[in-house]
């Protein structure tokens, strides 16, 4: 069982940066690949970024590309997503999830955290 909790959410002015992280206790967390998707205010929720279990694969949302990276510690079971350049339409919940490829679509996915609020103001 994987579960992975957010962090690092918060409130920032449009262009600036934030870091948020994403931790699994568990024992097979560098069996899996992990992603980042983010559900805005009113709409459905969209992918952001995924990384393999290795780290050497990732896959981007054309909205975030250049924007947004993607990285991980294995040793320290945390996914991250650095975001620069942050736009107001960049607001949502942001999830993590974890899953055994990287795939864009939501359903590949098998474990989610709760999510973690992102505001970015104009």
């Known amino acids: 069982q994987v579960q992975p909790v957010e962090s690092g959410g918060g409130l920032v002015q449009a262009g600036g940066s934030l870091r948020l992280s994403c931790t699994a206790s568990?024992?097979?967390?560098?069996?899996?690949?992990m992603a980042w998707f983010r559900q805005p205010p009113g709409k459905e929720r969209e992918f952001v970024a995924a990384?393999?279990?290795?780290?050497?694969?990732?896959l981007y949302a054309d909205s975030v590309k250049g924007r947004f990276t993607g990285s991980r510690d294995n040793a320290k079971n945390t996914v991250f997503l650095q975001m620069n350049s942050l736009k107001p339409e960049d607001t949502a919940v942001y999830y993590c999830a974890a899953g055994p490829f990287v795939r864009a679509a939501a359903e590949e996915y098998d474990y989610w955290g709760q999510g973690t609020q992102v505001t970015v103001s104009s």
């Open positions: 990384i393999s279990w290795k780290g050497d694969s990732t």
């Open positions: 568990t024992r097979t967390f560098s069996n899996y690949a």
